[in-house]
């Protein structure tokens, strides 16, 4: 009995303690894609302190992902009305989302599952700073689609990711053995009676 309850009460801690968010702070010269600021491999939860006051052009990082990981990036501007775009790239630098006011203005936000695992890169801009052919078309969709000038402020970029999850093959042979076994009891006892 006293063991059971010492293992109720670690499970308790674990549980009432969740996982704090691990915390960045943006480092410039990182306004373009081959000066991205590196965040290496993220936790689930990560927050990036960063500010354009003083610099008013997009700032770039780069983060490894695994092949199924959904990645979730949100923007708050805090003491502001800055107007955050946020643009999101895959291998090779092509840009695969991008997200000016959604789901609050003005700030930005997207959910992506990537296909392959490797090196991939988030750019935080302004409104005033994408690249448009003045038809409201973005004029590339490689490469930097922030062209820098728009207005200055300090932001928060939140990114979660959330692994893809796979049975391990020995939780799901363990649960197929259990399973056999209960039948073999069952059925020892049927021939018993």
Do not use: C, W
Request: glycine letters at 12%.
């Amino acid at each position: 009995m006293k063991k059971v309850l010492v293992a109720l009460s670690l499970g308790l801690a674990v549980v009432s303690n969740p996982a704090q968010a691990a915390t960045f702070n943006e480092v410039e010269s990182n306004d373009t894609l081959g000066t991205a600021q590196s965040l290496g491999s993220l936790d689930t939860a990560n927050a990036v302190n960063a500010s354009r006051i003083g610099d008013s052009s997009a700032d770039y990082y780069s983060f490894s992902l695994n092949a199924g990981d959904t990645v979730t990036f949100e923007t708050a501007t805090p003491g502001s009305v800055g107007d955050t775009v946020i643009a999101f790239y895959g291998l090779g630098q092509n840009l695969l989302a991008l997200n000016d006011d959604g789901p609050v203005f003005p700030a930005s936000a997207l959910s992506f599952t990537v296909a392959s695992a490797g090196t991939y890169y988030l750019g935080v801009g302004d409104f005033g700073d994408i690249n448009y052919d003045g038809n409201g078309t973005i004029t590339s969709l490689t490469g930097d689609v922030f062209a820098g000038g728009g207005d200055s402020y300090s932001y928060t970029l939140n990114i979660g990711i959330v692994p893809q999850t796979v049975p391990e093959p020995t939780s799901m042979t363990g649960m197929l053995l259990l399973g056999l076994g209960g039948i073999a009891t069952r059925y020892k006892k049927r021939r018993n009676h």
